[in-house]
């Protein structure tokens, strides 16, 4: 199983008419433990979803998606929301409500004593992992469980919500500390350091962190894995007529999770992985998010849809 850990928000998209919007289930987190499900691996997601209508209709999603919901949380504030409009090529743009809201509150007993059977890894990132003050709650809860168990972090910046590079350096750089594998587009890492190039990023990380993985996904022109034993895999990325982008990058990172779990790379600690398994592990999350880019919103695919593309 992998444990999710994150938020699980409504995302209101424009609608077909004029001033009017879709509530549609969000957020990162929530849309890799959909990805995941959807693919066939094992995923229990912990997030506190509000008792609100939004809320119940989060949880109604996670649960017909084959979500394992046994560790989330039942929170009174209200649901977390995030507008969303369209810039060029259908990359989303997104405005968030989120003071007071339930997906931040964490408290450290609501975090679980124990992990399900069979946990093979633990996946963090987006808002969650930066925003206090559930952010530090669960940042140590992590920590302590890093040497038993492989961690994931999806860097994921929001610069719409927290627009300062310097805060964003100091809330990821923990969480850089304790990861074995962490994914970040190339907006992200230009954004965080801006004049870079994102491999040389992804190397001084490994460098200063001890990563065993970065993986960088670069939109149109494929992802690349920059590994601490030294090797670079890339792969381009599957062409296809894209709808928009919503929830591409959730779906890659489920999809790679999905191909190491199955390859049983994620035994052991660190995660022990070879060039080849990399390669067919990218191959598949590259072709996962293809699939997500051509359905309006984050429609993961199934494991059989992306088999049938991948041949």
């Known amino acids: 199983m ?8 409504i995302d209101l998209v424009p609608a077909d008419g ?15 433990a959909v990805a995941l499900a959807r693919l066939g691996t094992p995923v229990a997601l912990a997030c506190r979803l509000s008792n609100d209508a939004f809320g119940r209709r989060l949880r109604r999603h996670l649960e017909e998606n084959g979500v394992d919901l046994s560790l989330a949380v039942s929170a009174t504030e209200p649901s977390s929301l995030a507008v969303l409009g369209f810039a060029g090529q259908g990359v989303p743009d997104f405005r968030f409500y989120v003071q007071g809201t339930a997906d931040w509150q964490w408290t450290a007993h609501e975090l679980p004593e124990r992990l399900p059977p069979a946990t093979r890894a633990l996946h963090f990132g987006t808002l969650a992992s930066v ?6 709650v669960l940042l140590a809860w992590a920590t302590g469980h890093a040497h038993a168990t492989v961690i994931t972090y999806d860097v994921n910046v929001r610069p719409s919500l927290l627009p300062d590079r310097r805060t964003y350096h100091d ?3 923990a969480w850089l500390r304790i990861a074995h594998v962490v994914k970040a587009s190339s ?9 870079r190039d994102p ?12 990563n065993r993985l970065i993986l960088i996904t670069f939109g149109a022109r494929g992802a690349t894995a920059v590994s601490a034993d030294g090797f670079p895999v890339h792969v381009p990325s599957v062409p296809v007529d894209v709808v928009d982008t919503v929830g591409a990058g959730d779906t890659f990172t489920a999809g790679v999770l999905h191909s190491l779990f199955a390859q049983n ?6 995660p022990a992985v070879s060039t080849s398994a990399m390669d067919r592990a990218l191959r598949f999350g590259s072709a996962a998010a293809a699939i997500t880019c051509t359905r309006p919103g984050a429609q993961p695919p199934t494991a059989a849809a992306v088999t049938e593309l991948l041949a």
């Open 2 to 9: 992998i444990v999710v850990f994150g938020e699980a928000l």
């Open 18 to 32: 004029p001033d009017q919007w879709r509530a549609m289930p969000g957020g990162g987190p929530a849309n890799t």
């Open 131 to 136: 925003l206090p003050p559930g952010a530090e």
């Open 171 to 173: 809330r990821i750089d």
């Open 187 to 195: 907006d992200d890492l230009r954004w965080l350091h801006p004049g």
């Open 199 to 210: 491999f040389d990023v992804a190397r001084d990380w490994i460098d200063r962190y001890g």
């Open 265 to 270: 790379t994620l035994n052991v600690v660190p």
